[in-house]
C-alpha cells in the first residue's frame, strides 16, 4: 500500500510541476514588453502606440498595437527587418503621423519605411517607400564624352550630370578612349532610405528620400536622386528633386 501511494504522489507532482511550466511560459508570452511606446493623439483623444515583435537582432512577426482611451484597441503589421523604430512626427495636418521604420539588412542599405494616419478605431497608410518607387520613376542613360542623362518620368524634366569622376577601370566599360558609348546603361535603384527632415521656416516636417544610380556594378554608384515631400491632403507629394553626387 505505501508503494502505491509513493507512486501516486510521483504522479501528482509531475503533473503538478508541468502545470506550473506552461502556466509560467504562457504567462511569460502574454507579458512581453513593447520595443518602444509613444503618445498618440486623434483630435482631443489620446492612446499609445507601441511596438512589438519577435527576436534579438533580426525582429519578426513586427507590428504595432494602437489603443485610444475609450476604444476597441487594434494592430497594423508591419515588415519584418532589423533596428525596428516608430515615432510620432508633426508634417504639419492635422494630428502627428506615425512613421515607421526599420533596415532589411541586404546590401545597398535599403530600409523599411511607412507613415500611418492614425484614428481611434482604425488606420490610413498614407506613406510606403515601396509604392513610392513604383510610382515616381526615373530613367537613366550615358551620352558621349562622359556625361549620363537622368530624366523624371512623371515631369519629363531631364538633367546632364558629368560622370567623369568615377573609377577609371568603371568609366573604361562605358566609354572608349575616344568618348564614344560601349552600350553600357545606368541603373536607377528602388528608394533606400527615407528620413524625416524639420523645415525651420514652417516648423513641420518633411520627407526626404534617397535612391542610387549605379553603373556597371552596385559598388560603382555615381551619386542619389534626393526627393523632398510635403504632406498635404493626407498624401506626400514631391516639391523638389536633385541629384546628389556620390565623389
Not at 523599411?112 to 490610413?124: A, G, H, T
Not at 538633367?159 to 553600357?184: A, E, H, R, S, T
Not at 544610380?213 to 523632398?228: D, H, K, P, S
Amino acid at each position: 500500500m505505501r508503494k502505491c501511494v509513493g507512486i501516486l504522489s510521483l504522479i501528482a507532482f509531475i503533473s503538478f510541476t508541468c502545470f506550473c511550466l506552461d502556466y509560467k511560459i504562457a504567462f511569460a508570452e502574454s507579458s512581453s514588453s513593447p520595443i518602444k511606446s509613444v503618445t498618440v493623439r486623434s483630435g482631443e483623444t489620446i492612446g499609445t502606440a507601441s511596438l512589438f515583435g519577435n527576436g534579438e537582432t533580426f525582429i519578426t512577426d513586427m507590428k504595432v498595437k494602437v489603443n485610444f482611451i475609450h476604444y476597441t484597441p487594434y494592430e497594423i503589421p508591419l515588415i519584418n527587418g532589423y533596428s525596428p523604430s516608430i515615432e510620432m512626427i508633426d508634417f504639419g495636418g492635422d494630428n502627428e503621423l506615425l512613421f515607421c521604420s526599420s533596415q532589411t539588412g541586404g546590401s545597398g542599405g535599403y530600409g523599411n519605411y511607412q507613415i500611418y494616419l492614425l484614428k481611434p478605431s482604425s488606420y490610413k497608410l498614407i506613406y510606403d517607400d515601396k509604392e513610392n518607387s513604383q510610382n515616381t520613376t526615373f530613367q537613366a542613360k550615358f551620352i558621349p564624352n562622359g556625361f549620363m542623362k537622368l530624366a523624371n518620368n512623371q515631369t519629363n524634366i531631364f538633367l546632364n550630370i558629368d560622370v567623369k569622376f568615377m573609377d577609371k577601370i568603371f568609366y573604361g566599360q562605358i566609354f572608349d578612349p575616344n568618348g564614344n558609348l560601349k552600350g553600357v546603361t545606368p541603373y536607377v535603384n528602388d528608394i533606400s532610405f527615407v528620413s524625416p527632415s524639420l523645415n525651420s521656416a514652417s516648423e513641420f516636417f518633411r520627407l526626404i528620400t534617397y535612391r542610387s544610380v549605379v553603373a556597371v556594378a552596385e559598388v560603382n554608384r555615381l551619386g542619389y536622386i534626393v526627393q523632398t515631400l510635403e504632406y498635404q491632403n493626407e498624401e506626400f507629394l514631391p516639391v523638389f528633386t536633385e541629384f546628389a553626387l556620390k565623389l
